[in-house]
């Protein structure tokens, strides 16, 4: 059974980094592309960036790179999301899913195709 455990969302000062954390069990994690998504109070879901598993390669929402950094380390089977000068806009629920039922490749279409979903690790940036 394929599960994804998010963690290391945090109260943080704007300004400041996070570094979130998804863990994979139940499959391989070079087998799959792994995106991660946000939703902030009120609004709706979005597609932050999404790596692949046969490549490693990455994709970023347009305007997105720069301040977050999507990275993997397969031994750990885990995806990392690292978030860079915060903002109150970063305040989110965020989430990472599988792409496309379990495709490796994130491809132009990963933001409209997560398909197993983890439950979320909350970021709170406030002063």
């Known amino acids: 059974q394929v599960q994804l455990v998010e963690s290391g969302g945090a109260l943080v000062q704007p300004g400041g980094s996070l570094r979130l954390s998804c863990t994979l069990s139940g499959f391989r994690l070079d087998t799959y592309a792994i995106g991660w998504f946000r939703q902030a109070p009120g609004k709706e879901r979005e597609g932050i960036s999404c790596?692949?598993?046969?490549?490693?390669?990455?994709n970023y929402r347009m305007g997105g790179q720069g301040r977050f950094f999507i990275s993997r380390d397969n031994a750990k089977n885990t995806v990392y999301l690292d978030l860079n000068n915060l903002n109150s806009e970063d305040t989110a629920d965020y989430y990472c899913?599988?792409?496309?039922?379990?495709?490796?490749?994130?491809?132009?279409?990963?933001?409209?195709?997560?398909?197993?979903w983890g439950r979320g690790t909350q970021v709170t940036v406030s002063s």
């Open positions: 790596i692949s598993g046969d490549s490693g390669s990455t």
């Open positions: 899913a599988t792409i496309r039922g379990g495709s490796s490749w994130c491809g132009s279409s990963w933001m409209s195709e997560p398909f197993t």
